[in-house]
């Protein structure tokens, strides 16, 4: 999934739902802020909509975009 303009050039500046994968305007994002402000991993990359590996362990999480790299998060990761 990529967003495209109006010319059909893929739009860079995009930033998808980490948790749901959608566009900012292609649905309500109130649940995902509240699930991603509760120390949740992303599930989605924001620059590419691709599902992430997501890793959780005890002390945090990390999850990984095969194309964009990994983020982490919590204390112990």
């Known amino acids: 999934m990529s967003a495209t303009s109006d ?4 739009d860079v500046t995009a ?3 980490t948790r749901c994968g959608k566009l900012p305007d292609e649905a309500d994002h109130t649940a995902c802020a509240r699930w991603l402000a509760a120390e949740e991993p992303p599930r989605f990359c ?15 999480w990390s999850a990984e975009c095969s194309r964009h790299g990994a983020l982490s998060g919590g204390a112990g990761v």
């Open 15 to 17: 930033t998808y739902c």
């Open 46 to 60: 924001a620059q590419c909509a691709r599902r992430m590996k997501v890793q959780v362990v005890p002390t945090g």
């Open 7 to 10: 010319t059909g050039v893929a």
